[in-house]
Nanobody, 117 residues
Framework: VQLVESGGGLVQAGGSLRLSCAAS????????MGWYRQAPGKQRELVATITSDGGSTNYADSVKGRFTITRDNLKNTMYLQMNKLKPEDTAVYYCNAKTWIWAMDYWGKGTLVTVSS
């Protein structure tokens, strides 16, 4: 499984961005997908996850009500709509996919989101 993120960039506080994660390879093996982020000097943290059918989502408290995770299985793509961005949302955002069997983890290389105050 290969994952490629896109959509990062520089935005002012209060603005919006939409991240995309395109999956390729053995996409049939993908179960849950998610977004994680890592700010400078901090550990990687969970942002949001979504089940294989998109029927269940989970969010970090810090992004609830502002971010929305979705996935389009026909396009093998996952999205993260980020609204009301804050400077503390500045981080490299990583796409993650877990497989049905063995719950193997796959990661993208990340996309940088910078929110200016």
């Amino acid at each position: 499984v290969q994952l490629v993120e896109s959509g990062g960039g520089l935005v002012q506080a209060g603005g919006s961005l939409r991240l995309s994660c395109a999956a390729s390879g053995s996409t049939f093996s993908i179960n849950t997908m998610g977004w994680y982020r890592q700010a400078p000097g901090k550990q990687r943290e969970l942002v949001a996850t979504i089940t294989s059918d998109g029927g269940s989502t989970n969010y970090a408290d810090s992004v609830k009500g502002r971010f929305t995770i979705t996935r389009d299985n026909l396009k093998n793509t996952m999205y993260l709509q980020m609204n009301k961005l804050k400077p503390e949302d500045t981080a490299v955002y990583y796409c993650n996919a877990k497989t049905w069997i063995w719950a193997m983890d796959y990661w993208g290389k990340g996309t940088l989101v910078t929110v200016s105050s």
